[in-house]
């Protein structure tokens, strides 16, 4: 029996300046590392409900008293909450118990909005779910540029947001950003909002830089408690002429990305069109007596099996590099050209603002990649991954040269498709014996490494060519010694992706199973009728974008005009053809285990969570069985 972990609050005083007061600040604290292996989100299950609630009640009894001016509730490290604790979730069996809890987490988050004295949430980290429902309960809300994510991820997995965020967001947002964020990005591939974009939609009252998070937040209630700053609130009567319209787009995109297949976003719809007129108190139980009803659902256990999976696959990896062993890395070289070793460097700038020399011979070449990368990080900016201040300080952390000694101070040299041998083994000579190279691109490893002096310094990596999402970047050891391999791999760990250990291989093995799912799609039916015969799985992202980004890319071959066949068949082919590339995957070692296509075609947004996972799926369907695979019980 799972067992909750308790997330405590921790209530302390604070007396903030210019004479604003005393703010009673809680700390949501879960007992276990804020980093690491043992890390688990901060949750809220009975136990840590009760527990706010017993805070919240001395905090309301000193408001009334005036010993405090404010309410702020914040998290440690990078998480501030994640919500309910779908560990616990997955053990619910009975309705009733399920409303229980329900009725009880959105009891105690609105109590936030309801002290006799201000409230703050200052968003520190990780908002998801019923985390993000608590803050929006909150008056007033700071949030940290270092936050992972924000989202109301809900009806990705099978569920709906329950602890008031049907009713909050309309009235906060507006209907069409609400639509937006509880069922557009949910459905396209489980789509998260970076900071920038969590406060540009509306979120956040103010987005605030990492450092010092905490005393800017205070500073900055300070300031609204004095009057010296002022935060302008859209009345909700003046969202009234957007309900049509974003009431219209919501139901199709529920018919486009679901088919009907998944229950959890005709549910959310529904909440939404009776919070456009319907009293609080009817929206709210309306939304815990939905999420109870999904409790109990296949679509949810599976998607439940799915996110846990995401989760936990891997880091208990039994081929995961053992960081410990890893040494620094302050600069990255970049030789070669080609798109997987540009994504790579400009994942390092974007993510960590790692400098990045850019080294090839031929001048022009070198200028070129160079306007790429910078280009990269502009379309971050664009996108609202990262703000225009650090824009600039990604595009000033570039360097370039065409001599390789430019490369002598970095740490770990990212080797593009267009490196050749003759490249890697100059930069072989001109960096330290410790500089560990990385191969971004379709060749093995163990082929790319052969020509140096030392091959074992040498790790592949892959990364998805993905649509939506980021996927996970694969790994493969190849001959590295232990040193590179826990290099490459603490390097990518930082980066916040997922990193999964594949064994050497020509290219992407997610690509691969994509290409092999969508080829043979494309025996079978013409590339126009690959949503409709895709239709019954509602995958979250189109068939027809993925086959256009795989044929542009090269990796898919455009077939032969095909037979006439039904969907059914067609479906069932492709399936099959799958089924069997998994099976010859985990029987040659490039998979150590079904569980990593799994893991690979969820987390680059190409299979839906409500199926539990591909491998699951193909079980439980018997495509698995007649294409020869293995039985349930070996598949795990």
């Known amino acids: 029996m799972t067992t909750e972990t308790v997330t405590t609050p921790r209530p302390r005083d604070v007396v903030l300046p210019d004479g604003a007061g005393t703010l009673l600040l809680i700390t949501l604290e879960n007992g276990l590392p804020p980093l ?15 527990r706010l609630d017993a805070v919240l009640d001395r905090a309301a009894a000193r408001a009334r008293t005036g010993e405090i001016a404010a309410v ?8 501030f909450s994640t919500g309910a604790d779908l560990a616990l979730a997955a053990g619910v069996t009975d309705r009733d118990e399920a409303v229980r809890t329900l009725r009880r987490g959105h009891q105690v988050f609105r109590r936030l909005g309801e002290l006799p004295v201000p409230s703050f949430a200052f968003v520190n980290g990780a908002a998801v779910g019923g985390g993000l429902e608590l803050a929006l309960h909150c008056g007033y809300r700071t949030l940290s540029r270092g936050a992972p994510v924000v989202a109301l991820p809900e009806c990705s997995l099978g569920l709906v947001p329950a602890w008031g965020g049907a009713w909050l967001a309309p009235r906060l947002l507006g209907p069409d950003t609400t639509v937006t964020l509880m069922l557009e990005h949910p459905l396209s591939a489980r789509r998260m909002l970076s900071p920038v974009e969590a406060h540009d939609l509306g979120l956040a009252d103010v987005l605030l830089d990492p450092t ?8 900055w209630a300070a300031e609204v408690l004095t009057g010296r700053q002022t935060v302008e609130r859209t009345p909700p009567d003046t969202f009234a002429g957007q309900w049509d319209d974003a009431l219209a787009r919501a139901a199709d995109l529920v ?3 679901t088919h009907g297949a998944v229950p959890a976003p005709r549910r959310a719809l529904e909440l939404l069109e009776l919070a456009r007129t319907a009293p609080r108190e009817e929206v709210l139980t309306a939304a815990e007596q939905a999420a109870a009803d999904l409790f109990v659902t296949p679509e949810f256990h599976s998607s439940l099996y799915a996110f846990q999976l995401t989760q936990s696959r891997a880091p208990s990896h039994p081929a995961r590099p053992d960081t410990s062993l890893a040494r620094p890395v302050r600069g990255v070289g970049l030789i070669g050209d080609g798109e997987d070793g540009l994504r790579f460097a400009a994942l390092l700038l974007e993510k960590l603002r790692m400098p990045v020399t850019v080294c090839l011979p031929d001048p022009a070449a070198c200028e070129a990649v160079t306007g790429r990368l910078r280009g990269l990080v502009d379309e971050a900016r664009a996108a609202g991954r990262i703000s225009d201040l650090d824009a600039g300080r990604c595009a000033g952390g570039i ?33 330290s014996e410790e500089c560990v190279l990385i191969a971004v691109g379709p060749r093995p490893a163990a082929e790319v490494a052969a020509g140096l002096k030392h091959p074992g310094r040498l790790v592949g990596l892959g990364l ?11 790994l493969a050891r190849a001959g590295a010694t232990d040193h590179a391999y826990a290099t490459a791999g603490a390097l990518v760990a930082r980066t916040g992706l997922p990193l999964l250990p594949v064994g050497d291989h020509p290219g992407v093995v997610a690509d691969r199973l994509r290409g092999t799912f969508l080829g043979a799609l494309l025996d079978r039916a013409p590339e126009e009728d690959l949503d409709t015969v895709c239709a019954p799985l509602a995958l979250p992202t ?14 898919l071959a455009r077939p032969t005009p095909p037979p006439t066949t039904t969907a059914p068949d067609a479906l069932a082919h492709a399936l099959t053809a799958l089924a069997r590339d998994i099976g010859a995957l985990v029987a040659d070692g490039v998979l150590a285990a079904p569980a990593d296509a799994d893991l690979m075609l969820l987390a680059s947004g190409e299979w839906p969570f409500h199926l539990g996972g591909v491998t699951p799926y193909l079980d439980r369907s018997g495509i698995a069985e007649s294409a020869g695979g293995a039985t349930p019980g070996e598949r795990r």
Do not use: C, K, N, Y
Request: hydrophobic share 45%.
């Open 36 to 50: 690491g292996p043992a890390m688990r989100p901060t949750t809220f299950g009975p136990e840590g409900l009760d």
């Open 72 to 79: 702020a509730v914040t998290g440690t490290a990078f998480m």
């Open 212 to 219: 010092r998070f905490l005393d800017r937040s205070l500073a």
């Open 255 to 257: 018919e486009t990305h």
């Open 399 to 431: 360097t370039a040269g065409t001599a390789v000694d430019v490369l002598a101070d970095t740490d770990v040299v990212v080797a593009g498709p267009g490196a050749d041998a003759a490249l890697l083994r100059q930069a072989e000579g001109a960096v």
């Open 464 to 474: 998805p060519a993905t649509v939506s999402a980021p996927g996970v970047v694969e």
């Open 542 to 555: 189109p068939p027809s974008v993925s086959a256009r980004l795989l044929l542009r890319a090269g990796i």
